[in-house]
């Protein structure tokens, strides 16, 4: 009984920290080049940071997550990019969906019990959700120079070949 309360609770807490993130989050622009009353590339990419740090330390605390270094940094990755893409997503949809969709692929197995017995279609979802994410940065942004200076779509870029490069090692 104590342990399904437990589990209430933490489907509870997570919910509600994506209802509460989406709404209280402000405007922002998805390339950084138009002139926005929202977030700049800084702000979103220092805020992501933080999420990342939170779940790397509170998310073992939620879920009874095995001491794997691995999974928490994965985890992480996906908060990240996940964060960097609803944060963008307030101007372009594409980008919400990508963020929602990578952070309940990524979290799923820890919070609902057909994803947990059914962990590794959820991982190939993840795999294939980050994979369309790094791909179609590089097809949509042509421009190698802006591909040098957009350090917001690059730190997103490799979290989201960490979350390939962990999921692959973490197969069985």
């Not at 933490?10 to 993130?21: D, H, M, Q, S, V």
Request: with cysteine; proline share 2%.
């Amino acid at each position: 009984m104590q342990i399904g309360i437990i589990k209430f609770v933490n489907r509870a807490a997570f919910f509600a920290t994506i209802f509460a993130g989406l709404v209280l989050l402000g405007d922002v622009a998805a390339h950084g080049g138009e002139p926005t009353d929202g977030l700049s590339n800084l702000q979103i990419t220092l805020i992501s940071l933080g999420f990342s740090a939170l779940s790397f330390f509170v998310s073992p605390k939620l879920w009874e997550l095995e001491s794997n270094t691995s999974r928490k940094i994965m985890l992480s990755a996906v908060v990240y990019t996940g964060a960097v893409h609803i944060m963008l997503g307030l101007k372009d949809v594409v980008f919400m969906i990508g963020g929602i969709g990578i952070i309940c692929l990524g979290f799923a197995p820890l919070v609902v019990d057909f994803a947990k017995t059914n962990e590794r279609l959820f991982q190939i979802g993840l795999c294939l959700n980050a994979a369309i994410m790094l791909i179609g940065y590089f097809v949509s942004n042509h421009d190698l120079h802006y591909l040098m200076e957009d350090y917001l779509g690059i730190t997103t870029k490799l979290a989201e070949i960490t979350i390939l490069t962990l999921v692959y090692k973490q197969r069985n």
